[in-house]
Antibody
Framework: EVQLVETGGSLVQPGKSLKLTCATS????????MHWVRQSPEKQLEWVAQ??????????YYAESVKGRFTISRDDSKSSVYLQMNSLKEEDTAIYYC????????WGQGVMVTVSS | DVVLTQTPSILSATIGQSVSISCRSS???????????LYWFLQRPGQSPQRLIY???NLGSGVPNRFSGSGSGTDFTLKISGVEAEDLGVYYC?????????FGGGTKLELK
């Protein structure tokens, strides 16, 4: 059974950092391209970042709204993908989901990140 | 960025009624590889999005066949042939042809 479990969400102050983890199981993670998608309090979904597999040199892509502040990475030995979020802004407040690139077939349950002073 | 416009924003239906949701794109979603990367998701209250349809018209695994997708280019439709109670929630279309991937604003399906 495919599972994606996000952890690491929290309440943080603007300007601070936070790292999210998406632990996966039930599929060959090393071959999978992975994404982070977030959902604002207004329920709008926004794609955040993508990381490809080793065979694609772990290429990464970002939404303009997070470029230079967020970093997506992966550890194939742990079947996990990460999202390092720096210089957080109040508009980064959202539920963060990880999902895999197999036509976006599986999503995690999401983790809440609140950026507020 | 590609803008996806969903209509209606709210859809009221009775159980057993057939309904349709429209998703219109600001540019063609036909990729150079011949595929059209248009998806439909359902998000039930308190849950994460669940994929229903991929590549315009392909039914996801385990998705009831009362759901169907159609369209091409810039105009796409999700149809539910006989709404059931478990179908209530918010429906989103998404495109993955043109980076960055973008989502429609959502259509809330509620009971009349």
């Amino acid at each position: 059974e495919v599972q994606l479990v996000e952890t690491g969400g929290s309440l943080v102050q603007p300007g601070k950092s936070l790292k999210l983890t998406c632990a996966t199981s039930g599929f060959t993670f090393s071959n999978a391209w992975m994404h982070w998608v977030r959902q604002s309090p207004e329920k709008q979904l926004e794609w955040v970042a993508q990381i490809k597999a080793k065979s694609n040199n772990y290429a990464t892509y970002y939404a303009e709204s997070v470029k230079g502040r967020f970093t997506i990475s992966r550890d194939d030995s742990k079947s996990s993908v990460y999202l390092q979020m720096n210089s957080l802004k109040e508009e980064d407040t959202a539920i963060y989901y990880c999902t895999r690139n197999n036509y976006f077939d599986y999503w995690g349950q999401g983790v809440m990140v609140t950026v507020s002073s | 960025d590609v803008v996806l416009t969903q209509t209606p924003s709210i859809l009221s239906a009775t159980i057993g009624q057939s309904v349709s949701i429209s998703c219109r794109s600001s540019q063609s979603l036909l990729d150079s590889d011949g595929n059209t990367y248009l998806y439909w998701f359902l998000q039930r209250p308190g849950q994460s999005p669940q994929r229903l349809i991929y590549l315009v018209s392909n039914l996801g695994s385990g998705v009831p066949n009362r759901f169907s997708g159609s369209g091409s280019g810039t105009d796409f439709t999700l149809k539910i042939s006989g709404v059931e109670a478990e179908d209530l929630g918010v429906y989103y279309c998404m495109q993955a042809t043109h980076a960055p991937w973008t989502f429609g604003g959502g259509t809330k399906l509620e009971l009349k």
